[in-house]
């Protein structure tokens, strides 16, 4: 686990890590969903997590801006300690977008509306700025021609895009998306992956979950794999992905990558590998 | 003949040799049959002369105006009015406090919901015109009459409203104050700006209901003791048909409660449609 090192060495010089996560751990009641991850993510970076459902990725990143209160362990982004006392977490929380599965647009705002209206309300900026700043961002994500439409109106790709332009408003340091395109219709994935690619080489700081493993070999700097609630291993895309070290990582990309052949002796070809796992 | 009494067990033939089919048209017309009857039966029986003469006594009812409209109409609106804001405001209190994280804001929410919808709303007036004078000697309700069948309609369609409001705030989806949160609101700027104005788009239907149900018990107004100018249409008809001995005020009262109401109802189908479908 070559993460588990490196968060030590960096907490004594806060701010060099955009995230730094140690010892993080969440329960939802008996059941433990996050056992224990140190990780850290640097300023300019982009990292992919990636592992089977229950994993525990998303209560991950959700952990990231605290939508989800860890149990145990510290969260510290741009340097601010979310999990201190002291924390202002609006505050905190203003420097940290969030792009969701289901996109969770606001459904009674037009997309200009969506992306305004939290710069008016909690950056205080004035009307006219505001829908300048929404009009460049909607248009930076495609949807220039869609400002004055609602939600109910848009596609999921459409929906989604809005939804980056939303969190980019707010000037965030960090941005995580959770799963972003497990919503969408095949056809739709690309357009919103690509903006996300202009965003990654435009040099913001990403934490995205994501089935995309092609997306995670082109654009991501580092792929970190997750199962159980353990990060099993990370490393580069063309590591990670390509050449796997582990038994578990191999078996869930086995199935993430080639679905057809997965299918065929599942169940017990990753019990085995599960069983080889332990035994390593 | 035995092929077609097979043909007639087939369809479920009756002792008698009634198809079911037949049975059901039989039974049907029976009920038009005795529905017909009855009406038949009532108009036979009134006495039509005496009915014009107490209840659609045009003369009677032509002296009625405009005063039934500037004051009857006029006073029912503006109680119905007062009520219902003061219900409006208190229903969305009340529906905080009992959605709180705070234990004792909920026991008293759902103790004043409890309590006040189990009384009887007359009651309630007598409460007011009453109990309110003896309990803060000296004090007087703003507004007068208006500020009295305000305040005890207010009171009952407090309790009523919170429990709507509830349901419409926990309707609006988790989604919705995540991502609020995550563009750095405090949790009641999330509640303000996002999840209250789209669970009033919900609960706009049954709110209508409530102003109708208000509309018609603002007539409770009578039993606090009021002056001529303070009437609403129920005291104005009973007044009006006492002083002339004719029945008609009370039809006219009638027809103006339903000339706010239906409308009123209309509207409310008219919303609830809009939104099956979906629409904004």
Not at chain 1, 82 to 93: C, N, Q
Not at chain 1, 245 to 253: D, G, K, N, Q
Request: with cysteine; hydrophobic share 45%.
């Amino acid at each position: 686990m070559k993460g588990a090192g490196e968060p030590a060495a960096g907490a004594g010089r806060a701010g060099r890590s955009a995230v730094e996560i140690r010892g993080l751990r969440k329960s939802f009641g008996t059941n433990e969903v996050l056992r224990g991850v140190d990780f850290h993510v640097a300023p300019g970076e982009v990292v992919c997590v990636i592992g089977p459902s229950g994993s525990g990725k998303s209560t991950l990143l959700r952990c990231v801006n605290l939508l989800e209160e860890p149990t145990a362990g510290t969260v510290r982004v741009t340097g601010v300690d979310l999990t201190g006392p002291e924390v202002d977490i609006d505050a905190a929380r203003r420097r940290i977008g969030m792009v969701f599965q289901s996109f969770n647009l606001f459904p009674h705002l037009t997309a200009l509306g969506n992306v305004v209206i939290a710069q008016r309300k909690v950056l205080r900026r004035a009307r006219p700025e505001a829908e300048r700043i929404a009009r460049e961002l909607l248009e930076r994500v495609g949807l220039a021609d869609k400002v004055g439409s609602y939600p109910a109106q848009l596609s999921g790709g459409q929906q989604q895009r809005v939804a980056i332009a939303r969190a980019l408003a707010m000037g965030p340091e960090v941005m995580l998306f959770d799963e972003p395109t497990s919503a969408l219709d095949p056809e739709l994935v690309g357009d919103v992956l690509g903006v996300m690619r202009g965003l990654a080489e435009a040099g913001m700081t990403m934490l995205v979950v994501t089935h995309e493993m092609s997306f995670a070999r082109e654009v991501a700097d580092r792929v970190v794999f997750m199962d159980g609630g353990v990060i099993v291993e990370e490393g580069p895309p063309s590591r990670v992905i390509d050449d796997p070290a582990h038994a578990r990582t191999r078996a869930f990309l086995s199935r993430v990558l080639d679905p057809a052949a997965a299918r065929i002796g599942d169940a017990a070809e990753s019990d085995m590998f599960r069983a080889a796992d332990r035994d390593a | 003949m035995t092929a077609k009494s097979a043909e007639a067990a087939e369809v479920g033939a009756a002792p008698g040799g009634l198809t079911r089919r037949r049975r059901r048209q039989l039974s049907l017309g029976g009920q038009y049959g005795l529905f017909a009857a009855a009406v038949v039966l009532v108009a036979v029986l009134a006495d039509w002369e005496t009915l014009r003469l107490n209840f659609a006594n045009w003369d009677v009812a032509r002296s009625l105006f405009p005063d039934v409209i500037t004051v009857g109409l006029r006073n029912t609106a503006v109680y119905t009015a007062v009520g219902f804001g003061l219900g409006l405001g208190g229903g969305l209190l009340v529906a905080l406090m009992r959605l709180s994280s705070v234990p004792p804001y909920r026991w008293f929410a759902t103790a004043y919901i409890e309590v006040f919808r189990g009384l009887p709303l007359l009651l309630i007036f007598i409460f007011v015109g009453v109990g309110v004078p003896l309990a803060f000697p000296g004090a007087n309700i703003p507004g007068g009459a208006a500020g009295q069948a305000g305040l005890a309609l207010g009171l009952a369609a407090t309790a009523y409203m919170a429990e709507t409001i509830r349901a419409g705030i926990e309707a609006v989806p988790k989604g919705q104050l995540e991502a609020a949160r995550s563009l750095g609101m405090s949790h009641s700027r999330a509640m303000r700006s996002i999840v209250i104005p789209q669970a009033f788009r919900i609960i706009i239907p049954p709110l209508t209901n409530e102003l109708v149900l208000l509309c018609k018990d603002s007539s409770l107004v009578l039993f606090l003791g009021i002056t001529l100018e303070q009437r609403e249409l129920t005291k104005f008809g009973r007044d009006l048909a006492g002083e002339q001995g004719n029945t008609t005020p009370i039809i006219v009262a009638g027809i103006c409660y339903l000339i706010i109401t239906i409308p009123l109802s209309l509207l409310a189908r008219r919303l609830e449609a809009r939104q099956r479908r979906g629409q904004r």
